[in-house]
């Protein structure tokens, strides 16, 4: 136990010797520096990157994406695939008190609860029971196997909780305006810490705008920026594009539709819209290596499930254009001759602007005017960025579901609504006609994958680009800063 405790500080307090080493400062793209519960309110950036340090879950990532062992110090999943045991490691919350194994099946629960709005709730329909066998020992039953279920309680959406207390890896030092200073959370096995050994061991996290952010790690001030997207990435590029690094994440990055009574209501006019966007072209304006442009929701087959795809897709640009031209045209006459505008809302900063400035020539090419929704004025669309939690064909056609989206097609809930009571192969079909309903209605307009990015000192270790777009705090060594 004391060769696990000195092994856990050492991991703490990689890089610390030295006289040039450091707490590591960690800036977050966004708004607010604090944890919060995920079953109430979404998390963005920097709540997910404070509640995966100080609520850590059963399992998390590891700076490579792979699970491994959090809470749980180790767990075995039966042949059949319908149960999962994990062995709790002795630990305490953040009050000192020992944590149970039925105190983290009741957190699990709360997740899965009916009031709950965890995000993650639809994807974890298989789980059937929680049960905690003993003081220490953990039971998740299945009524089905769930390849991905390790993936989703690496999230930080499946933090373990009680009430607005955690378990580490980190404890909340001090706080000030939209920043943390975090320590680690020191097993008892690891005798007394010198206030030198903790203060080098520190996470400092604060959230704040691109940026601000970019310029305190162009100034050195900071170690890390976390939680870029593509609104900022040029910003991050001016900072020098080697310090970039980019993640491979999958997910929904395009336009959907929000209000029904005007174009936008108009089947043909999204249709339109969809073929005359030129994705790669706008993707090459971002100048983000290796970032992609799609146009299907899915990002490619998932199992024994296909993407949709529309029915255009096989036409060349121009050939695109000119259908795009004749729907706009025949939608113009059926509207009194009165012209076709669309108010789009994007986020703002560099990459919002360039999409807009992409969009507005494109569409202006089919007889579309182009417009940025402003404040008093509803949008007709917007643009959604979301990663994707798992490859779960699951998450991404639930995104369009009726009571989820703004507007939805009939044909996409009732599928869903079968598909929780199909046989696996039945589903998987189920799962392709939600889909082509979305394609065909256009109820979506892909564009391209999600960008997440991040700055990184080249004197950082412990931080990998990944797929999962999460990057634990507690893997992260000395940058100097």
């Not at 604090?34 to 997910?48: E, M």
């Not at 850590?56 to 590891?62: C, I, M, N, P, S």
């Not at 009050?95 to 009916?114: F, I, N, W």
């Not at 442009?293 to 199992?303: F, S, V």
Request: glycine share 8%; hydrophobic share 45%.
């Amino acid at each position: 136990m004391m060769r696990r405790a000195l092994l856990l500080l050492a991991l703490f307090c990689a890089g610390c010797s030295g006289k040039d080493d450091a707490a590591i400062t960690v800036s977050v793209v966004g708004d607010n520096a604090r944890a919060r519960d995920p079953n109430s309110l979404p998390l963005d950036a920097p709540s997910a990157v404070l509640t995966g340090a100080l609520m850590q879950g059963l399992v998390q990532y590891d700076a490579h994406g792979e699970v491994e062992p959090a809470l749980a110090e180790r767990w075995l999943v039966t042949d059949d695939g319908l149960s999962y045991i994990f062995r709790i490691r002795r630990s305490k919350w953040s009050d000192g008190s020992p944590v149970t194994a039925e105190q983290v099946a009741r957190s699990l629960r709360t997740s899965l609860s009916l009031a709950s709005r965890n995000p993650l709730k639809p994807l974890l329909a298989p789980v059937r029971e929680i049960v905690a066998m003993t003081d220490s020992v953990l039971e998740i039953r299945l009524t089905e196997p769930q390849a991905n279920l390790l993936d989703l309680l690496a999230q930080p959406e499946l933090a373990i909780m009680r009430g607005t207390k955690g378990t580490g890896p980190f404890r909340l030092f001090r706080t000030y305006p939209n920043a943390r200073v975090l320590r680690p959370v020191i097993p008892d096995t690891a005798g007394e810490v010198s206030e030198d050994v903790l203060v080098r061991s520190e996470r400092r996290v604060r959230a704040e705008a691109s940026a601000r952010a970019v310029a305190r790690f162009a100034l050195g001030s900071a170690a890390l920026v976390l939680g870029g997207d593509f609104a900022d990435y040029p910003l991050a590029r001016a900072a020098g594009a080697r310090a970039v690094r980019r993640d491979a994440v999958a997910g929904v990055f395009g336009l959907q539709p929000v209000r029904s009574d005007g174009p936008a209501g108009d089947r043909d006019i999204r249709r339109a819209l969809a073929m005359a966007i030129d994705r790669d072209g706008f993707v090459k304006r971002l100048r983000a290596q290796g970032w992609a442009a799609t146009e299907t929701l899915m990002p490619g087959p998932i199992d024994r499930y296909l993407e949709a795809r529309p029915d255009w897709l096989t036409l060349q640009r121009q050939a695109r254009i000119e259908k795009a031209r004749s729907l706009i045209a025949s939608a113009t006459r059926s509207r009194g001759g009165s012209p076709v505008r669309i108010f789009v809302s994007l986020p703002d900063g560099p990459g919002g602007r360039l999409l807009f400035a992409q969009i507005k020539s494109d569409w202006r090419q089919i007889g579309v005017e182009a417009m940025r929704a402003t404040q008093g004025r509803s949008p007709d669309f917007r643009l959604i960025d979301r990663v994707a939690p798992a490859p779960s064909a699951l998450w991404y056609v639930s995104q369009f579901a009726c009571g989820v989206a703004p507007m939805c097609s009939q044909e996409t809930s009732a599928s869903l609504s079968l598909a929780r009571h199909a046989a696996p192969d039945e589903r998987a079909r189920l799962y392709s006609e939600a889909d082509q309903a979305i394609s065909s209605d256009q109820l979506f307009i892909p564009i391209a994958l999600p960008l997440r990015w991040s700055l990184v000192d080249p004197r950082l270790t412990g931080y990998a680009e990944n797929s999962t777009g999460i990057h634990p705090l507690n893997r992260l060594g000395s940058g100097g800063n």
